[in-house]
């Protein structure tokens, strides 16, 4: 859906964090004393509701910096780990790091230091610095999952109590810790009802490829049934809302080879963006048949143009068996 995704992946870095350091690193290698003379202080709110704010910072001996700020949904970012994560998701050696307390109404605060990205020589590795920042939505949305994506990959899966994480209202992804596996499940909610039958579509059908396709029988485990599944028996009612899950719900099954070293990233953020996914789908969907329906009627147009009115009362044009024509006065 940007540049680094392909076609309905959605990239892990924030465009919004990666132009704003890339226009201050260039500022600082062209020497732009007028735009780092201005403070900069620019907010965004990006897809699912994540807010996101850049503010310029000079450090002692002049140094250029920006603080790269994003907020959390509720409990995401309790405990040292889900910060230590973030660090070793973010953080670049000294060019990057975690700040001890994040800046005010945000609940993690990354400090870029820009001077030391303009003085690098290789171009390769300043970007792989900025990337890495940018994945800070990531790091930070990812934590609640990660935590037991990790656990399940580190002891094998235990019974644990129903957790969640609510990305925003209307919004919550369940997560049920299991032996031997964790169920994550998605109530899918949708405001206009048409979108709600297009996702109903195109979810039976993306639950059918997972048990057709013999390429996709290491996959994660998809379902998609229209009443609440027993893993969410233990999920507050307020939360749960079963009268206005109109797209039923669907749910992944995660076993430890899909959270090792190399793949838990990767799962974590395909998993966190699963709804995004859908609605791109159903935009997507919609876009297509529309256009479709605008190239129909051009077409019917256009024939109708071509079409000449005949006179009744004129001469009429005639065929014969064979072929041939006259004209009956």
């Known amino acids: 859906m940007d540049r680094d995704g392909a076609h309905g992946e959605i990239s892990r870095a924030s465009p919004f964090i990666r132009d704003v350091l890339l226009a201050r690193v260039r500022a600082v290698r062209a020497g732009d004393a007028e735009t780092l003379?201005?403070?900069?202080?620019?907010?965004?709110?990006?897809?699912?509701?994540?807010?996101?704010?850049?503010?310029?910072?000079?450090?002692?001996k002049g140094k250029d910096a920006v603080d790269v700020s994003v907020g959390a949904p509720p409990g995401a970012m309790d405990g040292a780990r889900a910060r230590a994560d973030a660090e070793a998701l973010c953080?670049?050696?000294?060019?990057?790091?975690?700040?001890?307390?994040?800046?005010?109404g945000y609940d993690l605060t990354l400090r870029v230091d820009v001077s030391e990205l303009a003085a690098m020589e290789s171009e390769?590795?300043?970007?792989?610095?900025?990337?890495?920042?940018?994945?800070?939505?990531?790091a930070v949305y990812g934590a609640k999952l990660r935590a037991h994506l990790r656990a399940l990959g580190e002891t094998g899966g235990t019974e644990g109590a129903l957790d969640w994480h609510t990305r925003r209202p209307g919004e919550t992804m369940f997560i049920k810790p299991q032996k031997d596996q964790v169920t994550v499940v998605f109530p899918m909610r949708f405001?206009?009802?048409?979108?709600?039958?297009?996702?109903?579509?195109?979810?039976?059908?993306?639950?059918?490829?997972?048990?057709?396709?013999?390429d996709l029988s290491t996959a994660p485990a998809v379902s998609y049934i229209k009443t609440p599944p027993l893993e969410l028996k233990e999920a507050p009612e307020e939360l749960l809302n079963v009268a206005a899950t109109n797209g039923g719900y669907v749910s992944f099954v995660l076993f430890k080879r899909h959270v090792a070293e190399d793949r838990l990233?990767?799962?974590?953020?395909?998993?966190?963006?699963?709804?995004?996914?859908?609605?791109?789908?159903?935009?997507?969907?919609?876009?297509?048949?529309?256009?479709r329906m605008r190239n129909k009627v051009e077409s019917w147009l256009s024939i109708l143009k071509r079409a000449k009115k005949s006179d009744p009362n004129g001469p009429?044009?005639?065929?014969?068996?064979?072929?041939r024509t006259f004209v009956r006065k």
């Open 316 to 323: 009429k044009k005639m065929t014969t068996a064979s072929g």
């Open 91 to 104: 953080a670049s050696g000294t060019a990057t790091r975690v700040r001890d307390k994040a800046n005010a």
């Open 37 to 60: 003379a201005e403070p900069l202080g620019a907010h965004a709110i990006e897809f699912d509701d994540v807010r996101l704010a850049a503010s310029s910072v000079r450090e002692e």
């Open 191 to 214: 405001e206009d009802a048409r979108d709600a039958v297009i996702a109903t579509q195109f979810l039976t059908h993306f639950a059918e490829v997972r048990r057709t396709q013999k």
């Open 124 to 138: 390769a590795a300043r970007m792989e610095v900025i990337e890495r920042a940018a994945r800070v939505r990531s």
């Open 265 to 291: 990233e990767s799962t974590v953020w395909n998993i966190l963006t699963f709804h995004a996914f859908v609605s791109f789908h159903i935009k997507y969907s919609k876009a297509y048949w529309h256009s």
